[in-house]
Structures are given as structure tokens and as C-alpha cells.
């Protein structure tokens, strides 16, 4: 059964960092995409990033030199780094799989439950 359980979440103020986890069950890294995604409420789901089965990675314009995407395939674990957090980051934020890396949300297959980032003074 695929799973992906997302955490890591929670407020922080202005210029934090947060470090957010996707840990996968079910299939293994090797063969999926992992991408993140936000959606933060009254706008649309927003692709943030992504990392193919091969490593390569995609971020949006928005979190580039900020968030850094990377993967432990021996835990099956994702990671987005968060660093100088700003308040439009605010979102809940879900990491979702697929076979072929994109940063179309209709293409995963599978997503997590999702988890809060607040960035507030």
C-alpha cells in the first residue's frame, strides 16, 4: 500500500527555517518522483518543488536559492529545506509521487495529508 506521510510543519517567524519530511512506504525512491506542492487558502495548489527518480531537481522561481529539495533512499525519506521563510510562504504544504517528474499536480499518483507552515511575527 502507498503511503506518504508528510511532517515538519509549524510557525515560525519571518526569516526561519523550517525543515519539512516525506517519508514513503510502498514503493522506494528509485522509481518515483517526489514533488512538493502548497496551496494556501483562496489561491491555487502551487508547485514548489520537485526531484526525479534520477535526482534531478526543479524548484519554482518563487523558492529558488531559499528551499532545497534532497532524499535519503536508504530511509525512503524526502526532504525540503526551508530556509529565509518569508510570510507568503504560508501554506499547507503536501508532497505527492509519480512516475515522471513534472510540475503538474494532475500528474501524481499519490499524496500525503499534507502539513501547516506559518511564517508570522
Known amino acids: 500500500q502507498v503511503q506518504l506521510v508528510e511532517s515538519g510543519g509549524g510557525h515560525v517567524q519571518p526569516g526561519g527555517s523550517l525543515r519539512l519530511s516525506c517519508a514513503a512506504s510502498?514503493?522506494?525512491?528509485?522509481?518515483?518522483?517526489i514533488g512538493w506542492f502548497r496551496q494556501a487558502p483562496g489561491k491555487e495548489r502551487e508547485g514548489v518543488s520537485c526531484?526525479?527518480?534520477?535526482?534531478?531537481?526543479y524548484y519554482a522561481d518563487s523558492v529558488k536559492g531559499r528551499f532545497t529539495i534532497s532524499r535519503d533512499i536508504s530511509k525512503n525519506i524526502v526532504y525540503l529545506q526551508m530556509n529565509s521563510l518569508k510570510p507568503e510562504d504560508t501554506a499547507v504544504y503536501h508532497c505527492?509521487?509519480?512516475?515522471?517528474?513534472?510540475?503538474?499536480?494532475?500528474?501524481?499518483?499519490?499524496w500525503g495529508q499534507g502539513t501547516q507552515v506559518t511564517v508570522s511575527s
Open positions: 505527492a509521487a509519480t512516475k515522471l517528474a513534472t510540475n503538474n499536480p494532475s500528474n501524481y499518483d499519490y
Open positions: 526531484i526525479s527518480s534520477t535526482g534531478s531537481t
Open positions: 510502498g514503493f522506494t525512491l528509485d522509481y518515483y518522483a
